[in-house]
Every structure is written in structure tokens, then in C-alpha cells.
């Protein structure tokens, strides 16, 4: 399994206050990541963002479901890797130049954990301001949007911005340390 590194997450230019989408200046902003999948643009926060890699074959894990790809080693941590479309009920995508892994910080029960997801591409950074976001619509007991933090509209089309503590704070996810005793068994 390569380390190849697509690129790391760099703290954004200090050249004054941070712009939002809307172009003015505003101290109440806060980073997202996006990305595609499905043609739909997706967000999370930039400072769960650990890093973003080009997909490479994972290592895959007896019994698990059928989004969890598998694990990586990142510099000596076991990172599960859960491919997001398969994760929302999309139709899987075959992986090619585009695809890509973006390593997060999760916040759960146990701690931080470290996850990748595998999206299509990854889109942009924008900084949006509290007062942009709108919250899901109610799509009854049926539709679980707990993991939606909020949708934005940036330039004429809507951001889906995504709770990663709440999405990928799964039981079916083992910690790092049942990766390692399965890995190693």
C-alpha cells in the first residue's frame, strides 16, 4: 500500500479577516471542505480535516458492511475507510483519477477516532457564516438527517453540510484497537 499524499490540509492565508461566500468580511465564519458525490456537493469542517489522499486499495475487514472498504496504515494508524456514497444508499462509482480519501477527526463515546471517507472529488473551501446556513427540512421519522449540520446555498447551488461527528460515529465501525487485533489475528 503506497503513502501517496494528494495533499494536506494548510491553515488559510492571514492576509486579514476571513472572506465569506458572500464576499464580505465577517470574524462569525467558520471553514468547510466540500466535495462531490453524485453530482451533489457535499461539506464538512475544515478543521476535522486531517488530510486528503488519492484512493489506494484498503485491506479489507471480515464482516463488516458493505460501505467500509477496508483499512489503511497512516504512518502506523489503522484507518477505516468508508466509502460514503455506499454509506448514503448511492449507486457505487467505479474509482478512478478523481477519487479521493479525506482523513478526518471524528469525535465519539471512546475519544477521537481517525476515519477516511471516499468521495468523488473534492470540490473547494468556503468560509460561511452561521446566519447562511439553513437547517434540513423535516422529512419525518422515516428520513434520519441528523448528520446534516445545515445546508447553504454558495453561488446558485446548494451545499449539504455534514455533521461527521454524528455520521461516522457508527457501532458497525470497530476503534482502532479491534482493527489492530483483527488485522494482526
Do not use: C
Not at 471542505?33 to 489506494?56: H, K, P
Request: charged content about 25%.
Amino acid at each position: 500500500m503506497s503513502e501517496q499524499a494528494v495533499s494536506t490540509v494548510t491553515e488559510p492565508p492571514v492576509s486579514g479577516e476571513p472572506e465569506n461566500v458572500l464576499g464580505s468580511p465577517d470574524a462569525a465564519t467558520d471553514q468547510y471542505l466540500t466535495f462531490i458525490m453524485a453530482e451533489e456537493e457535499y461539506g464538512v469542517d475544515i478543521l476535522s480535516v486531517q488530510e486528503i489522499r488519492g484512493w489506494d486499495d484498503a485491506t479489507p475487514i471480515p464482516n463488516s458492511p458493505d460501505f467500509v472498504k477496508g483499512v489503511i496504515n497512516l504512518r502506523g494508524t489503522i484507518v477505516p475507510i468508508i466509502d460514503l456514497r455506499l454509506r448514503f444508499g448511492l449507486e457505487q462509482a467505479e474509482y478512478g483519477p478523481m477519487t479521493v480519501v479525506i482523513v478526518l477527526k471524528v469525535a465519539g463515546e471512546r475519544g477521537n477516532k481517525v476515519i477516511g471517507i471516499v468521495v468523488d472529488a473534492v470540490s473547494d473551501v468556503y468560509s460561511l457564516g452561521v446566519e447562511e446556513m439553513r437547517h434540513p427540512p423535516d422529512m419525518g421519522d422515516e428520513v434520519n438527517t441528523t448528520f446534516i449540520k445545515g445546508l447553504v446555498d454558495v453561488k446558485g447551488k446548494m451545499v449539504i453540510l455534514l455533521n461527521i461527528d454524528v455520521l461516522l460515529n457508527l457501532k458497525e465501525i470497530p476503534d482502532a484497537e479491534t482493527l489492530k487485533k483483527i488485522i494482526h489475528e
